[in-house]
């Protein structure tokens, strides 16, 4: 790392922020209706999933606040790996981030960009109920999207981090419209009154028979954890802030405990819709639900607009992730770790970029979104598709969040080691936690998608570890060559 100091540039007021504008994404449009389906329609239990989401996200981003305050030079996870565990651990971590984290969700999100701009057209995406299909349409654009994002992050960063903060602020537009207004709508016309009123009812009686009573909350836990995604990349600030012992714990707390409120607030205000069924008939993906909600409350010219600043926002993100992954391969090679870290870790002059890194981004990328099209979309989540193997039919985003939850663990126990300055609280009370709240997530994972799809995933993961063991034993021969 880097023996520089870091400008302290930044008070209180610009850290909530930037918490705010990093953890807030297109994920609370994605999932929102696909957590309302997997609760049933019990508006009451959606909203409990989104709390505690964000209550899991506010204690780990705390604890590795305090690990930051202790090495105020880190900056992101796999730094954050290293101080813990080392760098054979940091290694491992950043292999994962570059093989599979940052390329599957960008996958994930160009495709997702593609269902919203589908809809926004008026052209069907997807029509799982009859044919178990996504339409060539969707499918070909979101590949357009994806490639397009690359090409953009490579041949003119600075014209991509530009967008990211123009994109950042469209997409907290319709958030907060629809957390007022359509709050006050839905109490003021009834509609809220309805479908709070479903759970008395004896469709939701047959519906949730044989089951226990939080399974969905289980599910839904799973799931919504990629509405919070990114708010280990906030805790990376701590360099650049003033006083960032007292300050980035306050900064975390605020900004996340702002963004879980009005991402609560979000999902019950899609009880202005009014019926359930059209609700929990948005699943798989609750692309729908958004535009029915806001065309209901502004009329369908103002929805359709507000519409528009969701896959706009929605683009961002893919945007976001692009960034992270075209970096992902230089990341390793700066810690002279990874294959060829003289070569990857190589800045192009001519524009100060990393191209061959990112050319590798750009490559998994492309992977998971062939791997998604023809493995994951007609898996069992989307009602018997084409694809039934649940060997196989893993949902990558989710999955492999909650894999990097489970990544925190050995992290947060070497706190609990290695940090003998630490009080009591910040040495075990926050650590423990922290462990509790990943093995939570992990829980719901296995809860929400089956052993059959974790142990295949598991395998997968095994594969890739392996593979990148392989690299590392060369990265040491031509260490010594």
């Not at 089951?211 to 909350?217: D, Q, T």
């Not at 075209?326 to 870790?345: D, I, Q, T, V, W």
């Not at 791997?371 to 985003?397: I, K, Q, R």
Request: with cysteine; hydrophobic share 50%.
């Amino acid at each position: 790392m880097d023996n520089g100091t870091m400008e302290k540039r930044y008070g209180l007021p610009t850290a909530i922020s930037m918490v705010i504008g990093i953890v807030i994404g297109s994920g609370v449009f994605i999932k929102g209706g696909k957590v309302l389906a997997l609760t049933n329609g019990n508006m009451l239990q959606g909203v409990l999933v989104v709390a505690l989401v964000g209550i899991i996200c506010i204690i780990c981003s705390l604890v590795f606040a305090e690990l930051g305050s202790k090495f105020e030079k880190v900056n992101g996870v796999v730094d954050y790996a290293e101080v813990a565990l080392g760098k054979n651990y940091a290694y491992y971590v950043g292999w994962f981030m570059t093989t599979i984290y940052y390329p599957c969700l960008a996958a994930m999100l160009a495709f997702f960009s593609a269902v919203f701009f589908c809809e926004l057209c008026g052209i069907p995406a997807m029509d799982f109920f009859v044919t178990g299909t996504v339409s060539s349409e969707a499918l070909g654009l979101g590949a357009g999207f994806l490639m397009i994002g690359y090409g953009i992050n490579i041949l003119s960063p600075r014209l991509a981090g530009k967008l990211q903060v123009s994109m950042t602020v469209i997409k907290l537009v319709p958030l907060v419209l629809m957390a007022v207004v359509g709050i006050i709508v839905g109490l003021s016309t009834g509609a809220t009154a309805r479908v709070l009123d479903y759970v008395n009812t004896a469709e939701y009686a047959a519906a949730t028979a044989g089951k226990s009573a939080f399974s969905g909350v289980f599910s839904g836990v799973a799931s919504f954890a990629f509405a919070y995604e990114g708010w280990i990349i906030a805790t990376s600030i701590n360099a650049e802030l003033r006083d960032a012992k007292r300050n980035l714990p306050i900064a975390l707390i605020l900004g996340s405990l702002f963004c879980t409120v009005l991402y609560c607030l979000y999902i019950f205000a899609m009880s202005s819709v009014g019926d359930v069924q059209t609700i929990i008939g948005t699943w798989p993906l609750g692309e729908a639900l958004p535009r029915i909600a806001f065309s209901k409350i502004f009329g369908n010219v103002i929805g359709t607009i507000v519409y528009a600043f969701i896959t706009i926002g929605c683009l961002g993100v893919m945007n976001g992730l692009i960034m992270g992954s075209c970096r992902g391969m230089y990341a390793l090679s700066a810690r002279k770790l990874g294959p060829r870290p003289s070569f990857y870790g190589d800045i192009d002059h001519q524009n100060n970029f990393v191209i061959k890194s990112a050319v590798i981004g750009m490559m998994m990328g492309g992977f998971w979104y062939a791997w998604t099209s023809v493995l994951w979309m007609y898996g069992p989540d989307f009602m018997g598709g084409l694809h039934n193997c649940d060997w196989l039919a893993w949902e990558p985003d989710e999955i492999s969040i909650i894999n990097l939850y489970a990544m925190y663990i050995p992290m947060f126990a070497a706190i609990m080691f290695r940090c003998k300055d630490f009080g009591f609280f910040k040495r075990f009370v926050l650590p423990v936690l922290g462990i509790l709240c990943c093995l939570f997530m992990c829980y719901c994972c296995w809860v929400g998608k089956g052993y059959k799809q974790i142990f295949g995933y598991l395998i997968f993961l095994a594969v890739v570890l392996l593979v990148g063991a392989l690299f590392k034993n060369s990265v040491t021969r031509e260490n010594k060559e």
